[in-house]
């Protein structure tokens, strides 16, 4: 069965810096999303991106965050200036039109 | 505001039935989806509910009274492998499908 597959596994990173998050949709999807989890909290939407722009975001993605599609199979996620308070579990999700999201195994980010 | 609530923590009986509850209060509602989460692992999909009524998968069952802002999960003989939490998830009216998540029930079972 086709997956969503994220890269690295766990990202451990100085507070400041930059951490790029990557996850490679299933083929044929066209709708794409970002989630964190907080340990111990839900799960959060960040961002939703369609038709390679982004079609809604949360509060929570301010200017510190940024998606893009580089090419024709990897999604990214990058967070610049890194806190403290931005490590969580980091899950991508794509999705067919109407149909369930199905969620890739996530990236652990912790901020030293 | 957007509020979906579920149990915090339930426990139940291996080979027994049990019924997680959600309700929900959403600025619009596109359906209600049910995953399935063990920890530190991804939320994996277990069923779903667009129309009011009664959706079977196996051992798992979703029901929805879009009337009432109600779903439940139904597991049926429970198998140790079941302990894990339940998310409740509800797809807005946004054409994005995002979805806003309850926090989630954790399920004990015991032998």
């Known amino acids: 069965e086709p997956e969503v597959t994220q890269t690295p596994s766990h990202q451990v990173t100085q507070m400041g810096q930059e951490v790029i998050l990557r996850c490679v949709p299933i083929?044929?999807?066209?709708?794409f999303y970002w989630y964190r989890q907080i340990l111990g909290q839900k799960v959060e939407f960040l961002v939703s991106?369609?038709?390679?722009?982004?079609?809604?975001k949360s509060e929570i993605f301010d200017d510190q965050f940024s998606v893009e599609r580089p090419d024709g199979s990897n999604f990214t996620l990058k967070i610049r200036s890194t806190k403290l308070e931005d490590s969580a579990m980091y899950f991508c999700?794509?999705?067919?039109?109407?149909?369930?999201?199905?969620f890739g195994d996530g990236t652990r980010l912790s901020i030293l | 505001g957007q509020n979906i609530d579920q149990p915090t923590e339930m426990t139940a009986t291996e080979g027994a039935i049990v019924q997680i509850n959600c309700t929900y209060q959403?600025?619009?509602?596109?359906?209600l989806f049910w995953y399935q989460q063990h920890a530190g692992e991804a939320p994996t999909f277990l069923s779903y509910?667009?129309?009011?009524g009664l959706e079977e998968k196996g051992r798992f069952s979703s029901f929805l009274s879009r009337s009432k802002g109600y779903s439940y999960l139904l597991l049926k003989e429970l198998q140790m492998k079941d302990s894990a939490s339940y998310l409740c998830?509800?797809?807005?009216?946004?054409?994005?499908?995002?979805?806003?998540f309850g926090q989630g029930t954790t399920l004990q079972v015991k032998p």
């Open positions: 999700a794509s999705m067919e039109g109407g149909q369930p999201q199905h």
């Open positions: 083929s044929n999807h066209l709708y």
């Open positions: 991106f369609y038709n390679n722009e982004i079609s809604e």
């Open positions: 959403t600025s619009g509602f596109n359906g």
């Open positions: 509910n667009v129309l009011d």
């Open positions: 998830a509800v797809r807005d009216q946004s054409n994005t499908g995002k979805l806003i």
